[in-house]
Antibody, heavy 121, light 110 residues
Framework: QVQLVESGGGVVQPGRSLRLSCAAS????????MHWVRQAPGKGLEWVAV????????YYADSVKGRFTISRDNSKNTLYLQMNSLRVEDTAIYYC??????????????WGQGTLVTVSS | QSALTQPPSASGSPGQSVTISCTGT?????????VSWYQQHPGKAPKLMIY???KRPSGVPDRFSGSKSGNTASLTVSGLQAEDEADYYC??????????FGTGTKVTVL
């Protein structure tokens, strides 16, 4: 069974940085596109970013473009999200999710349990 | 791009059917068959229920079905059961190489 385990969340002040990780197992990580999706408390799902199976292409939501960077290390089966210049409105549970295909266009099938990021002074 | 539009709530009695709509545009739902539906129980991660408009992953009951017409996709839950009470979200691939989620629908089993 596919496993995705996020880590790195916590409380951070506005303007600071945080890096999230997502450890993948029980599937061939290097074959799949990967997403980050977030959910603010009591709100709906918001897509954040996607990266192709080989890391060659990355796309971002307008709300995080220029501040967040998605990356992956296929040798470590790990997905990352570097979050800079954090804002209060970035407070959310951050999920990593596997795409059904290699290019991030097929929509996620498996999701991690999420990690909570709280941006507050 | 804006979120796909879903009704905030839907309800039905056990055994009845409920249908949730998901309205997008010609740049997302209307152009691609990469439409999915997710079920989310409180405090849990989303679970894939339907992918590519109408396909069910292994293990998802056939009470769940999906369809699409033009810019609107739909999820129907037949034979409602208590455990179907949850939030449901649609998603679609978009022309900006992005993923767009619906606004979410809370399904209540009366």
């Amino acid at each position: 069974q596919v496993q995705l385990v996020e880590s790195g969340g916590g409380v951070v002040q506005p303007g600071r940085s945080l890096r999230l990780s997502c450890a993948a197992s029980k599937f061939t990580f290097s074959n799949y596109g990967m997403h980050w999706v977030r959910q603010a408390p009591g709100k709906g799902l918001e897509w954040v970013a996607v990266i192709w199976y080989d890391g060659s292409n990355k796309y971002y939501a307008d709300s995080v473009k220029g501040r967040f960077t998605i990356s992956r290390d296929n040798s470590k089966n790990t997905l990352y999200l570097q979050m800079n210049s954090l804002r209060v409105e970035d407070t959310a549970i951050y999920y990593c999710a596997r795409d059904r295909g290699s290019y991030g266009s097929s929509n996620p099938d498996y999701w991690g349990q999420g990690t909570l990021v709280t941006v507050s002074s | 791009q804006s979120a796909l539009t879903q009704p905030p709530s839907a309800s039905g009695s056990p055994g009845q059917s409920v249908t949730i709509s998901c309205t997008g545009t010609s740049s997302d739902v209307g152009s691609y068959n990469y439409v999915s539906w997710y079920q989310q129980h409180p405090g849990k991660a989303p679970k894939l229920m339907i992918y590519e408009v109408s396909k069910r992953p292994s293990g998802v009951p056939d009470r769940f079905s999906g369809s699409k017409s033009g810019n609107t996709a739909s999820l129907t839950v037949s034979g409602l059961q208590a455990e179907d009470e949850a939030d449901y979200y649609c998603s679609s691939y978009g022309s900006s190489n992005n993923l767009i989620f619906g606004t979410g629908t809370k399904v209540t089993v009366l």
